[in-house]
């Protein structure tokens, strides 16, 4: 089987964040498992956390450590946490340091029987 592939490239996410929060919907995140298996959703809902100065992001008041030193690396790159115990949230990095755009829902579009399977359900 031959998939269309549209990649982005980095240099296509080195965009403000809110622009590029808008950017991100309508795209297509997809996964290939080890066995083969292709997942693949379309992003419908985003998040712009906009580094120092917002309250709701992980690097208000310029805050760096381990764990959110992707919001400071360059544009595009993936920052993932566990949030709650159970739950992972994957955002991509933007052009200011410490500002990164939330995944915040995807439009399943292939093998959404084995998505809710790695989800528990």
């Keep these: 089987m031959i ?3 549209n990649r982005l490239l980095k240099e296509d ?3 403000e964040c809110e622009d590029l929060a808008v950017y991100l919907l309508g795209k297509c995140l997809v996964r290939k498992l080890e066995d083969g298996t292709i997942l693949k959703g379309r992003i419908v809902e985003t998040e712009a956390y ?4 917002d309250k709701a992001s992980h690097s208000y ?6 764990a959110n ?5 360059e544009a595009g790159t993936c920052y ?11 955002n991509i990095s933007s052009k200011e340091p410490g500002a990164a755009v939330l995944i915040r829902a995807l439009e399943p579009l292939r ?6 399977k790695l989800r528990g359900k």
Excluded at 50 to 53: A, D
Excluded at 111 to 116: A, D, L, Q
């Design 69 to 73: 030193e992707p919001m400071f690396m």
């Design 50 to 53: 906009l580094g120092g100065n």
């Design 13 to 15: 996410l080195d965009k």
């Design 80 to 90: 993932v946490y566990m949030t709650y115990g159970m739950f992972f949230c994957m």
């Design 3 to 5: 998939m269309n592939s």
């Design 111 to 116: 093998g959404i029987n084995t998505m809710e």
């Design 61 to 66: 008041n310029n805050r760096r450590s381990a």
